[in-house]
């Protein structure tokens, strides 16, 4: 009876577990779209026929769920993100320093039982111009000679008058002299 019993709530799980997984897989859906380089003097992307960009970085955000996956476009331009959730997604470009954004950097989309798949979320970018740098040589610094002097120096006059501070000093050194060899001569 038991093991009755067991096969039973075995086999409802088992369906169950089924159903929920087949209505899981009715939700989700496809974002894809292409990275366009703008081949255009002004930066515009209103030409037909643009070059995709390969290795550009794509940042989907799974905004209900805080959950980010990052993409690299293929070697025309396009990108795909494939979900089983519906949902709220941010999908932001991201080409690095070197290239600008034309068009909006950062998309909000969502994914719906009504509204599954997303395709043409396309980007704009276009490469920013290397500033240019200088092909002039680096100026030497000038050398700027000391002046030689004109007059002969001055020199500070001879014979003057010792002050009487210093008399007093040395007097005081030739005693202590005298003084030092007296002692060593008695000891």
């Known amino acids: 009876m038991i093991q009755k019993l067991s096969l039973i709530l075995t086999t409802i799980l088992l369906l169950l577990?089924?159903?929920?997984?087949?209505?899981?897989?009715?939700?989700?859906?496809?974002?894809?779209?292409?990275?366009?380089?703008?081949?255009?003097?002004?930066?515009?992307c209103t030409e037909d026929n643009l070059p995709g960009q390969s290795g550009i970085q794509i940042q989907v955000i799974d905004v209900d769920n805080d959950t980010t996956v990052n993409l690299t476009t293929n070697s025309d331009g396009t990108y795909e993100f494939i979900t089983s959730i519906d949902g709220t997604y941010q999908v932001t470009v991201n080409p690095g320093a070197s290239w600008r954004v034309l068009t909006q950097q950062?998309?909000?989309?969502?994914?719906?039982?009504?509204?599954?798949?997303?395709?043409?979320?396309?980007?704009?970018?276009?490469q920013v111009p290397a500033t240019p740098t200088s092909t002039a040589p680096t100026p030497m610094p000038t050398f700027v000679p000391t002046p030689i002097p004109t007059q002969p120096p001055t020199l500070p006059q001879s014979g003057a008058a010792i002050a009487p501070s210093l008399l007093l000093i040395a007097g005081l050194g030739v005693l202590l002299i005298i003084g030092g060899l007296f002692i060593f001569k008695r000891s």
């Open 17 to 44: 577990g089924s159903v929920l997984t087949a209505s899981a897989q009715d939700g989700g859906g496809t974002i894809s779209g292409t990275v366009y380089l703008s081949v255009n003097p002004n930066g515009t």
């Open 106 to 126: 950062t998309r909000q989309i969502v994914i719906s039982e009504d509204s599954p798949d997303h395709e043409d979320i396309d980007f704009c970018i276009a």
